[in-house]
């Protein structure tokens, strides 16, 4: 558990539940207007596991893939530093 400065703050939801073994959980939702939004993030990459191809991505990234997208283990493990 993380303990944080005390605020105020009104709960919009209040759930309480009790598991198969007996165990109690408490979930409380509230609105943090001091929360600033993430920046935007660079474009998302589908990645698929393919059979002919180790890996296929939605679209070609320069040095990982080729035209098509599609990746060997070698250049996979490159690209990651695994």
Known sequence: MVATPARRAEPSTVTVSRDAAG???????????TVVPLPPVT????????????LTLSHPIPGVSD??????????????GA
């Open 23 to 33: 165990r109690w959980f408490v979930s409380i939702l509230v609105e943090d207007p």
């Open 43 to 54: 474009p998302a990459v589908g990645v698929d596991a393919g059979i002919t191809s180790l």
């Open 67 to 80: 035209e098509e997208g599609k990746t060997s283990a070698c250049v996979t493990c490159c690209a990651t």
